[in-house]
């Protein structure tokens, strides 16, 4: 008979007093095993007191795992043998069913590994580089452009690089000694004369933004200006046909067009009662913000056609050049960049003339509305692609009047509203019938003229339904009667009752200049309203401190986290030297203002005036106009004493040269009392 010897492994072997070192308790509960007072939050915990090493407590450790799960429910116990877990803690999933997760999409698709490549390269395309030789050719590489770069010789004998970059229509020249741009010369070697005599003006702009400023590093020279005007020239080049179709030369013919209409406007106002003695800056400035617009070709730092309508401080002229120059680089200009992009549908193609209005201007025959002039506009004839394998793609069948077919190119004209114009949804949709076009479908959320104009913080909940305000704070320099400045504090409040959807115009396509001169007197209307509101809730205000409410003291605003950057801004808002000699206002002025958009853009301003309350409704009619509905400032008698007596019109008028509610109410204040 064998001798009964130990097995390797002890779990082969049955349970022994030995392997148990407590006893079992009288009741059976879900802890009331050793081992599953180890998984128990509330079980004992074990000390060196309690704890004792020993054989069979090494050999309970060793092997816990054997030790069964007791409870005092069967029906749990029978549950968890249902989902495989046996009583030595061995969970087994495997017959646990989860449902088909073979079928489910991946959570990263290509979809979206595209879409997150996409915003990297948009990301690090903001970024151009500095100017340099190789910053240059990667530049036009990235475009699209022909890149070809060889060395030079300079006058003096000293070695220079020439880098060529050239389209199809266009070729730049841009001479470099040792990574510092010298000279750069822009060509047209193939267009029209119409195009040509405008190159000069586009090599200044296109120098000056690749030469160093006085003391300036090369280091922090930056190629992001120059290159907004080589994409610019680019987007014409790509979509230019040669032969058959050039860009360029049909935003010439615009201009031609525009620039007859801009000077028989200036004439005509020459010939009105007290414009005679104006200067020529003048009246192109009325004919730009009252008539038919201002065409510029390569102006303010850009390159291409702009059709200016709109300029803050209009009727504050400069008295000097050198004041000239520091208005024409400070302030806002109003425009309609004037491009070309492919074409979609329900838009005319590109036609390429210089007679889009007739030598004549006008018509004969007399105007239908007595203000409005009988212009002559004409219909220039299609632009007809030869037929070769170049022109097979890029141009489109279409039938002429003839009810002919002929191939015209998949290009149109664009305007693009520089800055963006904010206007109502059914003001939207009336530009989009201007131009004959169907308005784009709308999808999703449709934003209010409010959130566009003044963006609602992130976090804060506005129902769109309920009344929005505005609080600003500003101080205001006024002059009194006899001249004397003082600064006064303005505490401003914007109320929007109405909710107005409204949409941020950023671009339109057109088939006619004739269709940009109708849209303009809307343009003008929406434009002198976000320049009201920007002058008294803008960028150039700030938050206003709430009011403390009545019987309770000021509480003094903790300086915990005011930062370095908060230091220097607050030092950088103080008065300058020249605000030592302005008498400051303690008495704060509360002006409220009420905003209406539909279905005309109207305001409601009321401020302390004499010993009562100014209640003024006012409407801004296209071009701008002001007029003064409803008033209680101006008096109601006759007064042959005072003069000539002030009328609505007039308020209206002032209102048109401030251009700023808070100095307009200051001016009633101080002129009507």
């Known amino acids: ?58 050999s309970l450790m060793a092997h816990i795992s054997n030790v069964p799960l007791n409870f005092d429910s069967p029906s749990t116990a029978a549950a968890m043998g249902a989902l495989g877990i046996t009583g030595g803690l061995d969970v087994n999933l495997n017959n646990v069913d989860v449902g088909n997760l073979s079928g489910l999409p991946s959570l990263v698709n290509e979809d979206d590994k595209l879409k997150r490549l996409e915003t990297i390269i948009a990301t690090l395309d903001k970024k151009k580089g500095l100017v340099s030789e190789a910053g240059l050719e990667r530049l036009a590489q990235r475009i699209g452009l022909d890149c070809l770069s060889e060395d030079t010789t300079a006058p003096d004998g000293r070695k220079q690089r020439t880098l060529v970059i ?35 003006r586009a090599s200044e702009i296109l120098l000056k933004d690749l030469q160093l400023r006085p003391n300036q590093s ?8 120059f290159a907004n005007n080589l994409e610019r020239l680019a987007v014409l080049d790509k979509l230019s046909i040669v032969p058959g179709l050039d860009c360029h030369e049909a935003l010439a013919g615009i201009y031609a067009s525009l620039e007859r209409l801009h000077q028989w406007d200036v004439a005509k106002l020459r010939e009105e009662p007290g414009m005679s003695d104006k200067s020529d800056g003048a009246l192109s400035m009325a004919a730009m913000c009252t008539r038919h617009g201002f065409p510029v070709m390569h102006s303010k730092d850009r390159v291409g056609l702009a059709l200016q309508y709109w300029k803050v401080l209009r009727h504050i ?32 193609p590109v036609r390429v003339s210089e007679n889009w209005l007739s030598k004549d201007v006008i018509k004969s025959e007399p105007s239908i509305d007595p203000k409005q002039p009988n212009l002559d506009w004409q219909e220039p004839d299609n632009v007809v692609l030869p037929p070769s394998e170049e022109n097979k793609n890029a141009g489109m069948e279409m039938l002429q009047p003839d009810l002919s077919t002929a191939r015209v190119p998949q ?48 976090g804060s909940a506005q129902d769109p339904s309920e009344l929005r305000a505005i609080s600003r704070q500003r101080d205001v320099r006024i002059f009194d009667k006899n001249q004397k400045p003082a600064l006064k504090p303005h505490r401003n409040t914007l109320y929007i009752y109405k909710q107005v959807y409204s949409h941020r115009v950023t671009e339109i396509p057109f088939s006619h200049p004739q269709q940009l001169i109708y849209m303009l007197p809307l343009l003008r209307q929406y434009a002198f309203l976000a320049t009201l509101l920007e002058n008294s809730f803008g960028s150039e205000t700030k938050e ?31 008065a300058s030297v020249s605000d030592e000699t302005v008498t400051p206002d303690s008495s704060e002025l509360k002006l409220d203002v009420t905003l209406w958009v539909h279905p005309m853009p109207h305001l409601q301003v009321v401020f302390p005036f004499k010993n009562s309350i100014a209640n003024i409704t006012l409407k801004i009619l296209e071009d701008g106009v002001v007029d003064v509905a409803e008033e209680n400032v101006l008096p109601r008698t006759e007064d042959n004493a005072q003069g000539k007596r002030l009328t609505r019109a007039d308020l209206g008028k002032v209102l048109e040269h401030m251009e700023d509610l808070c100095k307009w109410a200051e001016w009633i204040r101080t002129r009507l009392t």
């Open 411 to 458: 290009v149109m004209f664009i305007a693009t509203f520089d800055p963006p114009i904010i206007m109502s949804h059914n003001d939207w949709t009336h530009l989009y019938n201007i131009v004959n076009i169907k308005a784009p479908q709308l999808y999703g959320y449709v934003p209010t003229f409010d959130s566009l104009l003044f963006p609602i913080p992130p």
């Open 317 to 348: 002229q400069p008295t000097n050049e050198q004041m000239a120059s520091f208005t024409a680089s400070r302030e806002q200009v109003w425009s309609l960049l004037i491009g070309c992009a492919p074409i979609i549908d329900e838009v005319m």
């Open 166 to 200: 050239a389209g199809s229509a266009i070729q730049l020249d841009i001479i470099l000694d040792n990574n510092i741009v010298e000279n750069i010369s822009l060509a047209f070697p193939e267009s029209a004369a119409s195009v040509t005599k405008h190159v000069g």
């Open 218 to 225: 090369p280091l922090t020279k930056t190629l992001d200006d």
């Open 1 to 58: 008979m064998a001798t009964p010897t130990a097995m390797k492994h002890a779990s082969q072997q049955g349970r022994t007093p030995s392997q148990l070192a407590a006893a079992t308790p009288p009741v059976s509960t879900p802890f009331s095993n050793p081992a599953h007072a180890a998984f128990s939050p509330r079980g004992p915990k074990s000390s060196p007191q309690q704890f004792k090493k020993s054989p069979a407590t090494s």
């Open 544 to 574: 206003a401190v709430p009011l403390p409410k009545r019987g309770d003291a000021a509480v003094q605003q903790p300086k915990s986290n005011v930062t370095t950057r908060d230091e220097l801004a607050d030092f950088m808002k103080t």
